[in-house]
C-alpha cells in the first residue's frame, strides 16, 4: 500500500504559556534557570522501551517463523521433500502432496500478471507522462481507492459480477478463438483458474501501477528533455527516456504485485472452484495454497493434516517473503537518493 | 582566397509517419489501459451501493442471523464483533508500532534501525493467512478454543509494521531544530520526543494509525480461525466472536439469495463504517481533541 496520501503534518509545536514566559525572563535575570543535575534515569529507562518496541518486529518475525516451522515438523518428517511435487492431496487416507496447490498459486498469478502488468504500466505512463495535471490528482486517487476495498468484497462482487461475465460472454469467446491452444478448452462454468486470475488482476493494478508512477517520476526531468531535444516524438521520449531508466524500478513494482497475488486469499477461494487437480484449461477449476489453508484448516482434524496444512503456510511465507525481498531491493535501487517517499 | 566552406545547416528531418502513427496509437493505449481499469472500480463501487442499499433496514442492523429459510434477520452481532476484535487489535498493535516507528527515527539511524526497517518492511508482505496460522498457535492452541483476543492477536500483527513505517515517517519529518530547542532550554530527550516531536508529528502519525486500521478493518483470511464467528451474541472476549467480513464471506459462498443479499449489504456496512472511522478520526485531528493537550 502506498503511504502517498498521507499529509505532511502541521508543526504545531506547543507555545510556552504566557506566564511561564514571563517566568523565564524574571528567573534568568536572577538565578541561573536550571539547578542541580538532570536525572538520566528516566531516559534510559524511555530510550530501552523504544528500542524493546523495534525489537518486538524483528521478535515478531522470529515467532511467525518459529510457530511455521514447528507446526510443520510432523508432516515434514513424514514426507519430506517429497511433499512438494506429490500431488496427492487426500486427508482420508493421510496422504498429502502440496503440487496441485503450488502449481493454481503459481498459475493464478501468473495469468494476474499477464492481465495487470501490460495495464498498470499504460495507466503509470498516462499519469505521469500524459495527463493534464488536474486530472493527475484525481486519477491517482481512484487507482488508489481501489487497493482500499476489503479482499472479501472483490470476492463477492467477482461471484455475482465477473463469473456470470465470464461464463455468458468471455469463457464462449475465448474458447472459439483460442481453444485450439487447449487453455481455452471444456465447459465454460465461470468459476475456475480464469476468473481467480483476473479478479487478482483487478487486486494488484493499484499496487504494481502506483508503485511504476513513482518510479517514473525518479527519473530525472533532464532524460525527458534531452530526448525530447533529440527531436524524439513524445512516446519515442517515454520510451528511450523514461521507461528505460526506471526498468529496475518497474521490475520491482511488477515483482511486488507478484507477492501480493500469490497470498491473496479470500476472493481467489471464492471463484477458483477449490479441486486439487491439475488441469492445462484455464477455465477448469483450481486450488491455491493460501485458499486451502482458508477452506481446510478449521476442518484439519487429524495432527498430520493440520501438520501438512501448516507446511503449507511455511513454504507460502518463504516464497513471499523472498519475493517481496527481492521486489524491495530493486525498487530501492531506482528510488535511492531521492526524498524519502515510502514505498509499502 | 581557399574554397568558401558553407556553414552547416541545422537541417531537421521531418518525422516520418510511422513515427507519428506510433506515437498517437501509444498514446490512445495508454487513455485505453486507464478506461479499461476504471470501468470495475466504478462497477464495484455501483454495485455495492445499488444491491447494498436495497437489502440493509432496521433489522439488519439490530438482530443477528437468523436460520436458513427463515426470512429477516441481521448482522448486528458481527458489527459489534468486529468492533471488538479491531478494538482488540489496535490496543495491542498501536502502542507497539508507534513505538517501534519512535524507536526508528530518534533511536534507529543506524545498522540495528536498518535491521528493523527491513524486517517490518518484510512483514507486510507475509500473507495474512499466514499471520492467521501465527495467531492460531499462539492464542487459539493455548485456549483451547477460538476467540476475539486471538483475532485481535492476528489483526495487531499486521498493524505493528505499517505503523511503524508511517510514525518513522512523520517523525522525521520534525525538523532537528525544534527537537535541539528543547534539549537547548534543558528538556530531557524522553520529554523532548513525547511532548515536542511525537506532538509535532501527532496528526500525521494519526493518519498513518488509520490507514493501518482501515487495512485490516476488512481483512477475513486472518480471522477465519481465530475469531471463527458466531451466529449469536458474544461478549467475551475468549469466545468465537462474529466479524463482519467473516459474515460476508459466509453468505457470499452460501446458495441462498436471502444471504446473497444480506452480504451485499453486510459489505456496504463493512465499507461505510471503515470510511466513517478513518475519517471521524481525522476530524477529530482536525479540531486538536486529540492532538495532544
Redesign the interface.
Known sequence: MSNQALPRPRFNAPEPEREQKAALKVEASTKPLLQGKVSEIPDAVFGWAMRLCGLAVVALLGLIVYQLVVGSQLSWHAFGWKFFWQSDWNPVSDQYGALPFIYGTIVSSLLALIIAVPLSLGVAVFITEMCPTGLRGILSFTTELLAAIPSVVYGLWAIFVLVPILRQYVQPFLAKTLGWTGLFSGPPYGIGMLAAGVILAIMIIPIISSITREVLTVVPQHQREAALALGATRWEMIRMGVLRNARAGIVGAIILGLGRALGETMAVTMVIGNRPEIAKSLFAPGYTMASVLANEFTEATGDLYLSALIEIGLALFFVTIVVNALARLMVWSVTRGQPSRSIA | MGPRTSIPQAS??P?SLR??V??HV??G??????L???V??F??FA??VY?GIGSINIAFLTQTPKPVGEPGGGMANAIVGSMVILGIASLLGVP?GI??G???S???RNR??D??R?????????????????A???VVMRQKHFSALAGGVALA?MM???I???TE??L????QA?REAAYG??V????T????TL???????I??VM?AF??V?????PL??TA?GNQYWNWKTDQPTAAL?LQ??TY??SPFDEW?RQ??AG?LV??VL?VAAVAAVRIAVRHGTL??A
Open positions: 531537421i528531418p518525422i513515427r507519428r506510433t506515437d501509444m498514446t493505449i495508454s487513455v485505453l489501459t486507464v479499461l481499469v476504471l470495475p472500480l462497477a464495484i454495485y455495492l444491491k507497539l513505538g517501534a519512535i524507536f526508528l530518534e533511536y534507529g540495528y534501525g535491521i528493523v527491513f524486517v517490518s518492511d518484510v512483514l507486510n508482505g507475509v500473507p495474512s493467512i499466514v499471520i492467521g496460522i501465527v492460531y498457535g499462539l500483527i505493528i509494521p505499517t511503524a513505517r508511517t515517517q512523520m522525521l519529518l520534525v525538523p525544534i532550554i534543558g530531557s530527550r524522553w520529554r520526543t513525547l511532548s515536542i506532538r509535532t508529528a501527532t496528526s500525521g502519525v493518519t498513518g490507514l482501515a487495512r478493518a476488512g481483512e477475513t483470511a477465519l480461525f471463527f467480513s460476508i464471506f457470499a459462498i446473497h452480504a451485499w459489505a463493512l465499507i471503515i492532538a495532544g
